[in-house]
């Protein structure tokens, strides 16, 4: 089900949302559902993250139980190819 809804929006950023979307030759529509599901990932990738945090700050690891992968931290390159 699609719900149509009513927003308040500042001029300046809706004059960027409109030159936004004639450059990807998209809708306001689209473009803002787009905004919104990737806003809605981060905040859930951020709260997963703040979980992960929490929960290894309240019981770390041991040196035991990450040992065995010490071996398998290749970084390899880096941005500026350095190694």
């Known amino acids: 089900m699609v719900k149509t809804i ?4 500042d001029d300046s950023l ?6 936004t979307v004639q450059d990807l030759n998209t809708t306001r529509s689209a473009f ?3 905004a919104l599901e990737q ?3 981060q905040y859930q ?3 997963l993250e703040e979980r992960d945090e929490a ?3 309240a019981v ?4 035991a139980e990450t040992d065995e992968w ?6 390899g390159e880096t941005w500026n190819g350095a190694k």
């Open 70 to 75: 010490a071996t398998e931290q290749a970084w």
């Open 32 to 34: 803002i559902r787009l």
């Open 45 to 47: 990738v951020r709260r």
């Open 39 to 41: 806003a809605l990932r």
């Open 14 to 19: 809706l004059q960027q949302v409109d030159r």
């Open 60 to 63: 770390p690891a041991k040196p």
């Open 55 to 57: 929960g290894y700050t």
């Open 6 to 9: 009513q927003m308040t929006i």
